[in-house]
T-cell receptor, first 115, second 114 residues
Framework: KAGVTQTPRYLIKTRGQQVTLSCSPI?????VSWYQQTPGQGLQFLFE???????NKGNFPGRFSGRQFSNSRSEMNVSTLELGDSALYLC??????????????FGPGTRLTVL | DQQVKQNSPSLSVQEGRISILNCDYT??????FLWYKKYPAEGPTFLIS?????DKNEDGRFTVFLNKSAKHLSLHIVPSQPGDSAVYFC?????????????FGPGTRLSVLP
């Protein structure tokens, strides 16, 4: 079974630009969560999508948005990039068919550098 | 304000000995806890979890202990192996049936010396 895939793996943008990151979950997984990892803050939860609906959102500004498609693939968009947005963005998928807790399987991440 | 804390940024242990990684949390609503391991250039890999109705969960060389009154959990690795060298993240969840939200600690870098 293929794992979680994220594209692109590396991205360099300049301040003010916008960026879209993509995540394909493990086949059959309907929950997709996004995290930002920085050296100082560790992993911080951005949002979770389940069946094309945003179910939960972390404490990030509205410049960070996402969506999920009917095939469970998810995209994350960051508009008006700031230098502080430079980070590793991780996507995690979960089966979550029973109850709310589901083991999350992480992708390799997208390394975003904002110049 | 960090809700999940891992106060040791790094830990070195001799091969074959026990590794103990600690995690503290402040939110008493957390009721599900997980440990992840992360190698460089890879996403975190799930190791073991524990529900708040238990105080211990074991899986092979890995055991997680939960002390709810102290809001503390620990991961024990016995015996430690060089391949265990990685960054370990503690995570906690307080979601409901609608959504889940995992809060991660900053991580502890474990080095197992041969």
């Amino acid at each position: 079974k293929a794992g979680v895939t994220q594209t692109p793996r590396y991205l360099i943008k300049t301040r003010g630009q916008q960026v879209t990151l993509s995540c394909s979950p493990i086949s059959g997984h309907r929950s997709v969560s996004w995290y930002q990892q920085t050296p100082g803050q560790g992993l911080q939860f951005l949002f979770e999508y389940f069946s094309e609906t945003q179910r939960n959102k972390g404490n990030f500004p509205g410049r960070f948005s996402g969506r999920q498609f009917s095939n469970s693939r998810s995209e994350m968009n960051v508009s008006t990039l700031e230098l502080g947005d430079s980070a590793l963005y991780l996507c995690a998928s979960s089966l979550r068919t029973s109850g709310r807790h589901g083991e999350q399987f992480f992708g390799p991440g997208t390394r975003l550098t904002v110049l | 304000d960090q809700q999940v804390k891992q106060n040791s940024p790094s830990l070195s242990v001799q091969e074959g000995r026990i590794s103990i990684l600690n995690c503290d949390y402040t939110n008493s609503m957390f009721d599900y806890f997980l440990w992840y391991k992360k190698y460089p250039a890879e996403g975190p890999t799930f190791l073991i979890s524990i529900s708040s109705i238990k105080d211990k969960n074991e899986d092979g060389r890995f055991t997680v202990f939960l002390n709810k009154s102290a809001k503390h959990l620990s991961l024990h690795i016995v015996p430690s192996q060089p391949g265990d060298s990685a960054v370990y993240f503690c995570a906690a969840s307080e979601g409901d049936n609608y959504g889940q939200n995992f809060v991660f600690g900053p991580g502890t870098r474990l080095s197992v010396l041969p």
